[in-house]
């Protein structure tokens, strides 16, 4: 398209009242000047973009009489895009995961919890995280700790709800949520977030991705500091690169080492009362651990507990439990089976 063209459009939805579309061709006219070198054109169009939406993010948050604007959207259906609303009592010590991905948490928790002096020093905050890698790994659990070291209410999406085959309902959707967060000074959590860069069939309508993915940049640009948003994804690589780039940090998650295994068996253990009743054998079991999830892990392990529990007889139980660590063993190879993991 020619600059004469996006104009076009411009004056159509402009006329038309479709704040949507509208928003999508300027952000387009916006990355065509700067491919075609009129960058001072580009610069003057992204300042008046912005003042325009900053403007009207003050307006929509604006009370009016004695409710606010949250308060009658909240109402009418933002509840149908939320899955819940929760406060985590989670905290550092209660996630294991590789240093790399504890000092990348240590950090961003510490960005909030001196929010106060950065911004003393007109330093950015760091609010958009993405955390990736499989499934089973930590990620919902960083959310919790997260939520749980700053005391933050987290809003968990129904991304189900969110996602729409309408046309712009999606965008909208989005928009109500972001606009929580705004208010609430709350975190938002999206897990499976690749599920928005493939919003309908990416062949049969690339014009909605569009409209979606340049949603989400406008929705980054406006949020509030204090506010933060944690989207999670197994697959990274089909996140949209602009989206990406708007990430202040992206953490990966991977599948535990034999050292953060038994890190994660001791975490498990350290309250339950529960002993293993040949540690050799225990160790060993670890060891066959590896290529499971720490979500798999941990799943055997509590269920090896029950059933080493179920096999006493009432009067036998005691405050200290030995574990079988042939059920839990038994346990283990049936996981990787399942899974279609070499043992």
Known sequence: MSQFDYIKEIAKYGLENDQERLLTVINELVEHSKKTKKVNFAIQLQSILKESMRQQSTNNLTKVGSDSYYQRLDDRDIQDLILEKI??????ENIVADDVVM???????EEHDK?????????PVSNKLLLHGP??????????????ELKKMMVVVNLGAIVSSKLGETS??????????ALEDCIIFIDEFDSLGKVRDYSQDHGEMKRVVNTILQLFDYLPQSSIVIAATNQKEMLDSSLTRRFDSIIGFSLPN??????????????????????????KIMR????LSYYS????????????LFKQSDKDVKSITKIDSHIWKSLVIAEKKSLDISA
């Open 258 to 283: 034999t050292e953060q295994i038994k890190n994660l068996v001791e975490l498990t253990l350290s309250k339950s009362g529960f002993l293993f009743s040949n540690t050799k054998e225990a160790n």
């Open 135 to 148: 499934s089973g790994c930590g990620k919902t659990l960083a959310s919790y700790v997260i939520a749980g």
């Open 103 to 109: 000092g990348e948490l240590k950090n961003f928790i």
């Open 87 to 92: 406060t985590s009592d989670y905290s550092l």
């Open 297 to 308: 892990i941990q799943k055997t392990l509590l269920t090896a507990l029950k059933r080493s």
């Open 288 to 291: 066959m651990c590896e290529g």
């Open 115 to 123: 929010i106060e002096l950065l911004q003393k020093f007109n330093l």
């Open 172 to 181: 909208k959707n989005l928009s109500k949520i972001f606009k929580k967060a």
